[in-house]
């Protein structure tokens, strides 16, 4: 997002809206919309859905905030932050591995990440074809199958998706990115909502069952690894661990609230998510769809809506543009701290760097796609080449580098300057600490250690 002008802009308010929108550009994304519904359909819903809410505010939403503190002390990229940061603070250099795992993780989810935002591209053309016109269930999911077999048109919206996000990146993202984000938003949001009336009104019956399979507690879905996708994913869907949320802190005014602007931005990405759930399983149990078909989910539900609502093909060409927008506003997010990193160590230009790490990243998400065809059978530990770049990422770095940013908010910094800037009256404070130096830590390490048997 246009983080240069919001450096310079003097005035609070607009300073604050860019910001907000830079931040939940970043955080609302694919995360929400494609990976969060087929999640929750393979975890067994509702034990994964209110876990995965917990972790957002009790967890999520203390480390966005710790982040961007940070980052607005160091005033520069991750890694550096980091680095000056623990020195002023008095304490070792090497704080900055949780800057330098953060941005080898950036690498590594945008390649396939890219794969997924190519997806959505291709289904806006699929869209303005009228493939979708009448389909049922059965349809869309050949439709899918086919589309995932064909190496060659993955390949090229990999390459398309993956273009754009390098374009953006190594022009500086512009005013017009900016402006676009804040009609995409809203009209994601509107879109949704359209989408959950649709189900409402075409499913009956499936669309109780839905919010039963989302939300009434059942626990005994509830295991290891449930727990540990949960918080891996409140981290994935917050960008959290990868130092992206601790670069936009550094340009953040001493006046903005950090955690009034937290809770803004953690309520607008659950309600984004949970909207997507709601939208998507009533059709999901209406079809006879398994629930736990993995990352096409949304690919072979949310078609059948716009296949047989009124206005369908234009709402789904909207809507397939909308979701690819939103990964857009992401994706820059995952491609900016690799690239600033290669800028600074190398001294390349900014479009050299650009072009070198792009051209990595979509070699790797090749890789990712070949994963879903052709190398089916390669596997690492049980899981194809999609699957174990996903679980390295949330299920180990990001928990790991979260890890290290909330042990060193808690038990490297001075509490007190902490407390004045996050404006907390002493008991607010020590719920603060409480949170930050006992539960989350803990939490975490038992959840990895918990979870990583499974
Ligand atoms: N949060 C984004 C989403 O939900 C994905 C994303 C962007 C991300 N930047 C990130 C995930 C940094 C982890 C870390 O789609």
Not at 297 to 312: C, R, S
Not at 319 to 343: G, K, N, Q, R, Y
Request: glycine letters at 10%.
């Amino acid at each position: 997002m246009s983080t240069g002008t919001m450096k310079k802009s003097h005035s609070q308010w607009s300073s604050r809206m860019g910001f907000m929108l830079a931040a939940a550009g970043s955080a609302v994304g694919l995360g929400n919309i494609w990976k969060f519904p087929y999640m929750a359909g393979q975890m067994g819903g509702s034990a994964f859905v209110l876990t995965y809410l917990l972790f957002m505010f009790i967890i999520g939403m203390p480390i966005l905030v710790l982040e961007w503190l940070i980052g607005r002390r160091g005033q520069k990229n991750p890694i550096h932050t980091m680095e000056d940061v623990a020195v002023s603070e008095g304490h070792s250099k090497s704080w900055r591995w949780v800057g330098i795992i953060g941005v080898l993780g950036s690498f590594l989810i945008l390649s396939f990440y890219s794969v997924i935002g190519g997806w959505a591209t291709d289904y806006i053309v699929l869209a303005a074809k009228g493939t979708f016109e009448g389909v049922n269930g059965k349809t869309t999911a050949l439709i899918f199958d086919n589309f995932k077999a064909d190496v060659g048109s993955l390949l090229t919206w990999h390459t398309v998706f993956m273009f754009a996000t390098a374009f953006i990146v190594a022009l500086g993202v512009g005013a017009g990115l900016e402006r676009g984000c804040k009609l995409m938003m809203p009209g994601l949001g509107i879109l949704l909502l359209v989408l959950v009336g649709y189900a409402i009104y075409a499913s009956g019956h499936a669309f109780y069952k839905a919010c039963d399979f989302l939300f009434t507690p059942n626990w005994s879905a509830l295991n290891g690894t449930a727990i540990l996708a949960a918080l891996g994913h409140a981290f994935f869907s917050l960008s959290l661990g990868m130092g992206i949320m601790m670069a936009y802190g550094s340009y953040l005014g001493k006046d903005v609230d950090l955690l009034s602007t937290a809770r803004t931005v953690v309520i607008l990405d659950v309600v984004v998510a949970v909207l997507s759930g709601i939208a998507i399983f009533p059709l999901v149990f209406a079809n006879g769809l398994e629930p736990a078909a993995g990352p096409g989910l949304i690919f072979v539900t949310l078609p059948i809506a716009f296949g047989n609502m009124i206005g369908g093909t234009v709402l789904g060409i909207l809507f397939f543009i909308f979701l690819t927008f939103a990964a857009l506003t992401s994706s820059i997010s995952l491609l900016e701290p690799t690239v600033e990193l290669l800028e600074e160590k190398t001294h390349m230009g900014r479009k050299t760097a650009t072009i070198v790490i792009s051209i990595l990243i979509w070699a790797l998400g090749i890789a990712c796609i070949l994963s879903f065809n052709k190398w089916a059978d390669v596997k690492f530990f049980d899981k194809n080449i999609f699957d174990s770049l996903d679980y390295l990422t949330s299920k180990i770095m990001l928990p790991i580098t979260g890890l290290g940013t909330v042990i060193f908010g808690a038990y490297m910094m001075k509490q007190k300057r902490i407390q004045e800037e996050l404006n907390l009256t002493n008991f607010w404070f020590k719920i603060w600490r409480v949170l930050t130096s006992i539960v989350i830590p803990i939490a975490i390490v038992a959840i990895l250690v918990f979870g990583l048997q499974h």
